[in-house]
């Protein structure tokens, strides 16, 4: 079910907005009435995506360079008539699947880089923006991952823990303001990011899932959906799993 007019006059910027959950939450807010820019890194992909989900625009930059997210953040909030009222920061990569003892390191840097130093700087990035326009609503897509640990996946489930410690410091931050910042804790839901992932690994994923089904874009942007949403007002720092009865807490 949408809501046709919940984002009316809103404006978003979605990182990774090419594909997976970064596709399917703009594509949600815009057919709620938002104004949004999306970003990722490639801008043939930004471009097909564009045409797919009526983007207002799109800005091919790299997270995990805070410079880049510094530029692009001012370029995107000009774009959208200068002001911003949510950020998605859903841009994320899985890096290989190997035990701890075998990572390697440029491996571990990259998947930290991108998970976690670029959700910070985009978070960063995005408050002073929320704080002169008096609102905001900032959504991390973490992983369950960052809650429970997936072996074999090191670097993710580290990244992802610390995506949930930076939106519970955050939102405390904020909480006197009217800006709210939570996230999300998927378990597996099927999108690009497979791709990058061993077949067992897939497979250890939804054998821990009691539903027995990874879960759908569709159901995740729902969900981001409301905590973008003014509606969300008293929840702040929070996560929010979506995990089909994985999370034990």
Same mark, same amino acid.
């Given at each position: 079910?949408?809501?046709?007019?919940?984002?009316?006059?809103?404006?978003?910027?979605?990182?990774?907005?090419?594909?997976?959950?970064?596709?399917? /939450?703009?594509?949600?807010? /815009?057919?709620?009435?938002?104004?949004?820019?999306?970003?990722?890194?490639?801008?043939?992909?930004?471009?097909?995506?564009?045409?797919? =989900?009526?983007? %207002?625009?799109?800005?091919?930059?790299?997270?995990?360079? $805070?410079?880049?997210?510094?530029?692009?953040?001012?370029?995107?909030?000009?774009?959208?008539?200068?002001?911003?009222?949510?950020?998605?920061?859903?841009?994320?990569?899985?890096?290989?699947?190997?035990?701890?003892?075998?990572?390697?390191?440029? $491996?571990?840097?990259?998947?930290?880089? *991108?998970?976690?130093?670029?959700?910070?700087? =985009?978070?960063?990035? %995005?408050?002073?923006?929320?704080?002169?326009?008096?609102?905001?609503? /900032?959504?991390?897509?973490?992983?369950?991952?960052?809650?429970?640990?997936?072996?074999?996946? $090191?670097?993710?489930?580290?990244?992802?823990?610390?995506?949930?410690?930076?939106?519970?410091?955050?939102?405390?931050?904020?909480?006197?303001?009217? /800006?709210?910042?939570? =996230? *999300?804790?998927?378990?597996?839901?099927?999108?690009?990011?497979?791709?990058?992932?061993?077949?067992?690994?897939?497979?250890?994923?939804?054998?821990?899932?009691?539903?027995?089904?990874?879960?759908?874009?569709?159901?995740?942007?729902?969900?981001?959906?409301?905590?973008?949403?003014?509606?969300?007002?008293?929840?702040?720092?929070? *996560?929010?799993?979506?995990?089909?009865?994985?999370?034990?807490?």
């Amino acid at each position: 079910m949408n809501f046709p007019d919940r984002f009316k006059g809103r404006t978003a910027i979605v990182t990774g907005g090419a594909s997976g959950f970064g596709q399917a /939450i703009a594509a949600r807010l /815009i057919a709620e009435g938002a104004r949004v820019s999306l970003w990722d890194l490639h801008e043939d992909a930004l471009l097909a995506a564009r045409q797919a =989900c009526g983007a %207002a625009h799109i800005a091919a930059l790299d997270v995990s360079d $805070a410079d880049q997210v510094a530029r692009g953040m001012d370029a995107s909030v000009a774009a959208l008539g200068g002001k911003l009222d949510i950020l998605i920061a859903s841009a994320g990569i899985s890096g290989p699947n190997a035990p701890v003892r075998d990572y390697p390191l440029a $491996a571990w840097r990259q998947v930290v880089d *991108v998970n976690l130093h670029g959700v910070f700087y =985009c978070d960063r990035a %995005a408050v002073p923006h929320m704080e002169r326009n008096g609102y905001g609503r /900032i959504v991390n897509i973490a992983s369950i991952s960052g809650k429970e640990g997936n072996p074999n996946a $090191a670097a993710y489930s580290a990244s992802k823990a610390g995506v949930i410690g930076l939106t519970k410091a955050l939102g405390k931050e904020l909480a006197t303001t009217q /800006i709210r910042v939570n =996230c *999300v804790a998927p378990a597996a839901v099927r999108t690009p990011l497979f791709d990058q992932m061993s077949e067992a690994h897939v497979a250890f994923m939804l054998s821990h899932i009691p539903q027995g089904r990874f879960g759908t874009l569709e159901e995740i942007a729902a969900l981001v959906g409301w905590l973008a949403s003014e509606e969300c007002s008293f929840n702040s720092g929070a *996560v929010f799993d979506a995990t089909g009865g994985r999370a034990t807490y």
